[in-house]
């Protein structure tokens, strides 16, 4: 029973990996931003999956709440806000489609050969990842940078915050 | 191939794939999403070697890079919102004024 469960595991991971590439292969093959951009939503979803299969389920519960929820919603938001009759939403690619894809595929390529011949430690953990330890080592041995996050965020409000009122002045 | 290796392809190949769209897609808001593709890739490989190595220090770091990914696109937003008032295009191609 337990080895059926582990079979059934490693099918689920093989099944949501396809998913999440699937859903990235769309991005670059969709045109219009939209569809892109649910193509994204998808692909977040199915990696949240991944997430919640090898134990670690908050950060499964964060990336649909912070990616799938706040960042996309803002997304899709200016996607609506803009004009549908642009040249960009009608012509999908730049001139450097060849090139690019050449040299994406040597990147991948490269670190995927490094990858085959360096990684020997198979991944055998898969108990649950407890947010009881995480909360722990977070503000005991990471406070400092948890301190740093909210400087972080305040520095971007503030820039949001400036940009706007700088092109606000720009045109009256 | 084991579970780590599948994961790590898969981080590899979304960030591959990421970058190719930020290369080659001509439209401001699909190249910023494929910018999010690349976070999300990098946010994988945490999570899988965090798992391999059963540390926390994985995952307060895709915390931190949720985080950035808020703020960044915090940022952006109104900047392509500034550039569309200028120039009344998304097209990537319409602010090439820096090309030497």
Same mark, same amino acid.
């Given at each position: 029973m337990e080895a059926l469960l582990q079979e059934f595991d490693t099918l689920l991971l093989y099944v949501f990996a396809g998913l999440s590439l699937a859903g990235a292969i769309a991005m670059l093959v969709l045109q219009h931003p939209m569809r892109v951009a649910m193509a994204l939503v998808a692909t977040m979803i199915w990696l949240g999956a991944i997430y919640g299969l090898v134990g670690v389920h908050f950060i499964a519960a964060f990336q649909i709440l912070i +990616? @799938?929820? &706040?960042v996309m919603v803002f997304i899709i938001y200016v996607i609506m806000l803009l *004009? @549908?009759? *642009?040249?960009a939403y009608t012509r999908r +690619? &730049?001139? $450097?489609l060849i090139p690019g894809a050449i040299a994406a595929v040597v990147f991948f390529g490269v670190l995927a050969a490094t990858l085959w011949r360096t990684v020997? @430690?198979? $991944?055998t953990t898969t108990a649950a990842f407890g947010i009881g330890q995480f909360a722990v080592d977070f503000l005991q041995q990471y406070w400092l940078q948890f301190e740093v996050t909210s400087v972080l965020l305040v520095a971007a409000v503030v820039a949001a915050i400036a940009v706007v009122k700088a092109g606000g002045k720009d045109h009256g | 191939m084991d579970k780590l290796q599948l994961l790590l392809l898969l981080a590899l190949a979304l960030f591959a794939i990421g970058l190719l769209g930020v290369v080659i897609r001509r439209n401001l808001l699909v190249m910023l999403m494929c910018m999010e593709l690349m976070l999300n890739a990098a946010n994988l490989s945490l999570v899988t070697l965090a798992r391999q190595t059963d540390t926390s220090a994985g995952a307060v770091l895709v915390f931190l890079v949720f985080v950035v990914a808020a703020a960044e696109i915090a940022i952006a937003i109104p900047i392509v919102l500034l550039l569309v008032r200028r120039r009344h295009t998304l097209d990537a191609d319409a602010y090439a004024d820096l090309k030497g």
């Amino acid at each position: 029973m337990e080895a059926l469960l582990q079979e059934f595991d490693t099918l689920l991971l093989y099944v949501f990996a396809g998913l999440s590439l699937a859903g990235a292969i769309a991005m670059l093959v969709l045109q219009h931003p939209m569809r892109v951009a649910m193509a994204l939503v998808a692909t977040m979803i199915w990696l949240g999956a991944i997430y919640g299969l090898v134990g670690v389920h908050f950060i499964a519960a964060f990336q649909i709440l912070i +990616y @799938v929820s &706040a960042v996309m919603v803002f997304i899709i938001y200016v996607i609506m806000l803009l *004009d @549908v009759r *642009d040249m960009a939403y009608t012509r999908r +690619y &730049a001139g $450097l489609l060849i090139p690019g894809a050449i040299a994406a595929v040597v990147f991948f390529g490269v670190l995927a050969a490094t990858l085959w011949r360096t990684v020997e @430690v198979p $991944l055998t953990t898969t108990a649950a990842f407890g947010i009881g330890q995480f909360a722990v080592d977070f503000l005991q041995q990471y406070w400092l940078q948890f301190e740093v996050t909210s400087v972080l965020l305040v520095a971007a409000v503030v820039a949001a915050i400036a940009v706007v009122k700088a092109g606000g002045k720009d045109h009256g | 191939m084991d579970k780590l290796q599948l994961l790590l392809l898969l981080a590899l190949a979304l960030f591959a794939i990421g970058l190719l769209g930020v290369v080659i897609r001509r439209n401001l808001l699909v190249m910023l999403m494929c910018m999010e593709l690349m976070l999300n890739a990098a946010n994988l490989s945490l999570v899988t070697l965090a798992r391999q190595t059963d540390t926390s220090a994985g995952a307060v770091l895709v915390f931190l890079v949720f985080v950035v990914a808020a703020a960044e696109i915090a940022i952006a937003i109104p900047i392509v919102l500034l550039l569309v008032r200028r120039r009344h295009t998304l097209d990537a191609d319409a602010y090439a004024d820096l090309k030497g």
